[in-house]
């Protein structure tokens, strides 16, 4: 779970980093708005699907 939510956490970041590098040469106002729920959505979908793909990994080596 921590290797998940360490790749997340980079994703966000990332993504982070694009919208605020976009901010300076955008109106942002309305892109922020729709983008926060995107984002929250996003990172949540990230992380439980990393976890369950390397659960599924683990599964069939064994």
């Known amino acids: 779970m921590k290797k998940a939510l360490d790749d997340a956490f980079s994703v966000f970041g990332m ?3 694009v919208l605020l ?3 300076y040469f955008v109106s ?3 892109v922020i708005d ?3 729920s995107f984002l929250i959505l996003f990172f949540i979908v990230s ?4 976890y369950l793909l390397d659960r ?3 599964k ?3």
């Open 21 to 23: 590098i976009a901010s």
């Open 34 to 36: 729709n983008a926060r």
């Open 47 to 50: 992380v439980v699907g990393k």
């Open 15 to 17: 993504v982070f980093v």
């Open 60 to 62: 069939n080596k064994q």
């Open 56 to 58: 599924k990994k683990a």
């Open 28 to 30: 942002m106002g309305k």
